[in-house]
């Protein structure tokens, strides 16, 4: 079965180079397929070929599987290689208009939390730049071929607590069918610029002008280019909040919570850097809620990462911390396409967790609201949309297929969530509902 096959690659991910031998076992062509499709979705494919390539243990794996996985790895490295040129491109643009801004995620959380960029699917390029930069940096978006593609609102945003808007910006080209186009170099990379809007008392003020002041900025260099970022205590924060959105929306990439333990295991001493972490989350209950739930998954399914992490899991609410015992390692990896989730997914469990915040906390740590990413294949599907190649009876049997496979699986979550609702009523609380808390890390 692909889910024992996913269990042994995730305890190699886990282990250290000195490890035991790497026992796959057998498999069928069929599974090894279903595997890869889990490991593409996952982000975790290159990952797993690096770690089995530092235990000279690739003969674990058949001969065609490896050359697939060899295959993806020379692709993505010559992706990151053309994205590198554009992302040295675009930071110098944008420091010759006088631009402010901070490269979030990818190039920035190399090598902190990634060893080596060609080992991450990069999707795109994201920048937190000032309202009052937006027109100037669309100009240079323009000069380079890239056109606004899409513009989107937020009550809060990943990378801070203030309302916001994120705009994505896209060089003309066919967009992605398959979860292996993410590695090829041809793919499209587009760009996404967040904005800070005025908080909400009404100054118009933009609250980004604050963030990307100078001297809170972190000049970082790469492979002999530099750039800004946010400081490293948020940029922490800020991945560990990024992640929980997607996993309470059921979109999360293993491989994010891969990243954030392999940042925690190299830290481990850094008290300074933890005690910035700490005076983030401790004036924030429903940030602390959120690193404290990724840090504890992060734990669940990639072994323990850090000393100190279970400080942060141990503040969560009681009925939290047995959701994730109960559910939490599944709801990671039931989110990406190969596992055996069947007809009966996890998705609707996340109701247990809501039901113990109050609606404010709901809201702010977004357990409220249609996935973005399904807003945005549903607009794909409905809207008119750009001009393709497909038959008008090919679009119309693509839509359908699309409505009569969610609604299969939003009635197997149903049926899941009352399965389960006896068993998880079964267990008293200790607690009363969560209003807006929070207890202070040592």
């Not at 060089?171 to 292996?180: C, G, Q």
């Amino acid at each position: 079965m692909p889910k024992a096959k996913i269990h042994a690659i995730l305890r190699v991910l886990a282990s250290g180079p000195g490890s035991s031998p790497v026992s796959l076992g057998d498999g069928s062509r069929r599974e090894w397929r279903r595997v890869l499709d889990w490991l593409d979705a996952s982000g975790l494919a290159l990952y797993f070929h690096e770690r089995l390539k530092e235990r000279n243990a690739t003969d674990a794996l058949p001969p065609e599987v490896l050359v697939q996985l060899d295959e993806r790895r020379s692709k993505n490295r010559e992706r990151v290689r053309r994205i590198a040129q554009k992302f040295r491109m675009l930071n110098d643009d944008f420091h010759q208009e006088g631009i402010e801004y901070a490269a979030l995620k990818g190039f920035s959380l190399v090598p902190e939390y990634c060893p080596d960029a060609s080992l991450r699917a990069l999707s795109d390029l994201d920048y937190l730049i000032g309202k009052d930069s937006l027109a100037r940096a669309e100009k240079v978006l323009a000069a380079r071929g890239y056109t606004l593609n899409m513009r989107a609102r937020f009550p809060q945003c990943w990378w801070t607590q203030h309302r916001g808007e994120e705009f994505i910006f896209s060089v003309p080209a066919s967009p992605p069918t398959k979860e292996i186009e993410q590695y090829y170099p041809e793919a499209p990379c587009p760009v996404e610029l967040h904005v800070t809007a005025g908080d909400l008392g009404g100054n118009a003020r933009s609250a980004a002008v604050s963030e990307l002041a100078a001297d809170r900025l972190a000049r970082r260099e790469w492979e002999g280019a530099g750039f800004f970022s946010l400081p490293e205590p948020e940029i922490f924060v800020g991945q560990a909040r990024h992640a929980f959105l997607h996993w309470a929306l059921g979109s999360i990439r293993p491989s994010w919570l891969y990243e954030i333990g392999y940042f925690l295991r190299g830290r481990q001493d850094e008290d300074p850097l933890w005690e910035a972490v700490n005076r983030l989350i401790d004036s924030d209950s429903p940030l602390a809620e959120a690193v404290g739930i990724m840090v504890r998954l992060t734990s669940l399914v990639f072994g323990q990462v850090h000393a100190k992490a279970g400080l942060w899991a141990a503040a969560l609410h009681p009925a939290i911390q047995r959701w994730l015992e109960m559910y939490g390692r599944g709801s990671v990896l039931e989110a990406c396409k190969g596992y055996d989730a069947g007809l009966f997914p996890r998705s609707k469990l996340m109701l247990f967790i809501q039901e113990h915040y109050s609606p404010d906390v709901q809201t702010a740590l977004g357990l409220r609201g249609r996935s973005p990413a399904a807003v945005r294949a549903l607009r794909g599907l409905v809207g008119p949309g750009k001009r393709t190649d497909l038959s008008k009876f090919d679009s119309v049997r693509r839509k359908v297929g699309w409505f009569a496979s969610r609604s299969l699986h939003h009635a197997g979550a149903n049926l899941r969530y009352f399965w389960e609702l006896p068993r998880w009523r079964g267990v008293p609380e200790s607690r009363p509902r969560l209003a807006v808390r929070r207890e202070k890390s040592a």
